[in-house]
């Protein structure tokens, strides 16, 4: 199940508020429809990320989809055991499997994105 | 599926684990002139440390490659109904044709007078394909399908800066080719994507909403990759030329049109047409094709030279249009292929030709009527050469996928349709039977289909691990993804 | 003739199954005003056997048997009988991309072979499934640097093949890149301009040998590419590769050229095909297809295509090149080829080559009536200049049996006067010297 404590996008990412600090990672929903990960292009550190826009690409053996950011910042870390590990994604998509963290510029970001029951709400009609 | 494509195939090692180290296959005569001391003439840069390549007798290269092609489908082996791609049989006079010596042997940069028999083939090549698509200006150096809707953007792209137009997108409908989109980026241009329509066509609406002086073509397969004929094709070449915008015609699935209809009737101002899928010229497990490109009067000054002309005393020279873009290849162009192309066009004639167009469509729908019920048509209408099915209802109702049925006809010894395209249609099967299959190989093809489908119902489970009685079963796709192995290097 | 296996009778029987009287209905789905109301203006069809007269009749109206010392990208060298032997097999060439590898597996296992012998070849960790030709793998390596080093511009060698440069532009059109020639000197690439050209380049691209069969010195020009952060692209003959230092151990970080030398007949200029090679960490860029190995679900080895969601069928705009097929059949033809010439043999053709250009120039000049158009080093071919009218001593060697190089006017008023002469393993000391003796005597 979605953890309570994180919020949720469209995109099926997820975040994590840690005081000022955001971490990033796709939902397990998200996993499963993308099949087995098999590389994870991310970021550097740095690297400025604006709400709603592409920051980087995760790929399945026949997929392709983009990672867009659910909120603005800018990267502290990247989870740089994916380069070797991306099966992570699919193991642990809301422990190991994270993304990025992100210094928040704009906390009120996090009030459009929803709950996890709003998210599986989400989902099940998606589905 | 033959005996030896079984699963008891002993997989063969690697050529490069083939064979002793002193083994030998071409021995080099000795030399009847001085030698030379490699390393001075060439400057100091002779090789030091000596490539790795096979070290095999004749008799093991026989075996070795023997052995690849036994664990190898062709469309000698068996049916081969790859949806777009147009899987015929290849006719044996086209590759005895392209290996004569005095086509083999041509060198692209001998006199023009001393090859007459080539660029003459070339010529007529050149005419029959513009009357084929009703587009009279022809070149044949594209290499490929792709390389050909390259040079015809390339083409419309001159056009417009030509006349002082400076134009920024392509529109291209949500059925196409993934070759259109990425042509459309190669060429320097974005990609404006418009839906289908409810009955597979393009959404006219959305067209004209699309449309304005900022489009420099529409790239549009007809008939498209549902197999279905555009209906509007007339009025959206009309609102296309409206904003000064060209219209290019993918011809992928040119087989099902021939001597019924021709895109350059159609308002096309170009196309690209595939020999290695309607002019039966193998595909070679990948290649090489061809992909000439036919276009309009208009469009002809800027295709890729050289084209070949016919002189008033009757002999052919290789021209280069007035404002050409340029080559787009080295030489003629891929001409064993367009050897065989002729020889099978001179083979057929004008009413082979269309015999073929009329026994392509009317086998597609004869498998469409007989699939229909067992399995969900994506678009119920007449098709042309090659039809849609759905296999989003298994999926649902038994959990089984497109792929784990299209694994399972492996087990029935046939080569699996094209599978998850079209993109618009979930769990798409695209059947293209071509005009070479016999009524009992497509009877044969719809009871293994009619079988599968009873499968899904009685054991999905079983279906999730096909296929069974392949050389190799599923591959680790991803390994071979996030580990690499794409070249053999000797142990150190 | 036809190929189509369906009876009269099994035609009514699958037109009353679709429903339709006659196959005409089937075509109504096409609106009546572009149907094509007349039959196409061709002629009749044939018999096997008027149609083999005909098509002979062309191929022997080329004039055939003449000694040729034509080269300039298409060479004239001998190809072992077991290489068409081989790529004849219907099972591989009736076959399509191998997209069912259960089924593939032998298309699939000879390109990865390939693959590795061009690695081998070039000094490259990774090669791809072969492109068009030499010309369009050039560009793809431009192409490629660009993506890769996020720079515009590209700096090509005029000392390369014309044709490849006339390809460049022409692709270069798009404006996804800048193509800026540097200047020859002596048949290779002027260093000393290069230097000044390269800044922000995103790579040198030349040819060794050159168009005009120099051997450029390619660890100082790689060097200067690699000075500026450019990457360096390094068009070479695989033919010479036994013989000639990898482009690899000189630095070159892609290596790309026209593979028709091995094995792949003339052909009047096609199908050969481009081999594309470059190092591990421009993998995630690389252009085409490439096949790896992995194993099955129950263990076996097999090969797979792989990386597919770099190409344009997954990606589609922003897939790494529009290529959606490679060259196969050629690829699996050189594969052969190297399989039966080996290593030692790969090293006698080359030295056989080198060592006949060079007995042929030195004999040429010997005559008085040819000089040196440079004073480089070169390998299989090679540029002289001649003291007359070089169409009319073509023209008169032509009489004679030879085609006499090629006068390269046809490129650039630069070369005027200069004939590029080829040298096959081919070429006898009995061809040569009677083409030597015959060419004195005009």
Known sequence: MNPKDLRYDKEHEWVKVDGEVAVLGISDFAQDQLGEVVYVDLPAVGDELVAGESFGEIESVKSVSELFSPISGEIVEVNEALGDAPETVNEDPYGDGWMVKVKMGDASELDALMSADEYEAFVAEEA | MSEHMKREAVLRPLIFETGSPESRCIESPALDIPDVDISSVLGGFARAQQPHLPHVTEVEIARHYEHLASVNFGVDSGFYPLGSCTMKYNPRIDEWACRLPGFAGAHPYQPAETVQGALGLMWGLQEALGEISGLPAVSLQPAAGAHGELTALMAIRAYHVANGDVRARVIIPDSAHGTNPATVAMCGYSVTQVPSNERGGVDLEALKAALDTDVAAIMLTNPNTLGLFEENISEINRLVHEVGALAFCDGANLNAILGRARPGDMGFDAMHINLHKTFATPHGGGGPGAGPVCVTEALAEFLPGPVIARDSDGSFMPVTPSRSIGRVKSFLGNFGVLVRAYTYICALGAEGIRDVAEQAVLSANYLKERLRGTYDLAYDRTCMHEFVLSGERQRKQHGVRTLDMAKRLLDHGVHPPTVYFPLIVHEAIMIEPTETESLEVLDGFVDAMLAIAAEVEADPEMLHAAPYTTPVRRLDEAAAVKQPDLAWKPAE | MRFIPVSCEQREHML???????????????????????????????????????????????????????????????????????????????????????????????????????????????????????????????????????????????????????????????????????????????????????????????ASPSFLGCVEDLSVIGDIAHAAGALFVVAANPILLGVMEAPGVLGADIVVGEGQPLGNAMSFGGPGFGFFACRQQFIRQLPGRVVGRTSDVDGRPGFVLTMQTREQHIRREKATSNICSNQALNALTAGVYLASVGMSGLAGIGRSCIARAHYLRDALIATGRFSAANAAPFANEFALRYDGDVAAMQHAMLERGFLAGLDLSRFSSDYAGLVLFAVTEKRTRAQMDRFVGEVVSL
């Open chain 3, 16 to 206: 009353h199954a679709v429903g339709v009287r006659t196959v005409d209905e089937l075509f109504e789905v096409i609106p009546a005003d572009v149907r094509l109301t007349r039959p196409l203006d061709l002629p009749d069809g044939m018999s096997e056997i008027d149609l083999a007269a005909q098509i002979e009749a062309l191929a022997s109206s080329n004039t055939s048997g003449l000694v040729s010392f034509l080269g300039a990208g298409c060479y004239d060298h001998y190809i072992p009988a077991i290489v068409d032997a081989v790529v004849s097999k219907p099972a591989f060439f009736t076959a399509y991309t191998p997209y069912q590898p259960e089924i593939s597996q032998g298309t699939l296992q000879a390109i990865y072979e390939y693959q590795s012998m061009i690695c081998s070849l070039t000094g490259m960790d990774v090669s791809n499934a072969s492109m068009y030709d030499g010309a369009t793998a050039f560009v793809e390596a431009a192409l490629m640097a660009a993506r890769f080093t996020k720079r515009h511009r590209v700096v090509v060698s005029a000392a390369a093949h014309p044709e490849w440069l006339e390809v460049l532009a022409t692709y270069a059109e798009s404006g996804m890149i800048d193509v800026v020639t540097c200047p020859a000197v002596g048949g290779r690439t002027d260093v000393d301009a290069l230097a000044e050209l390269v800044t922000d380049a995103a790579a040198v691209l030349v």
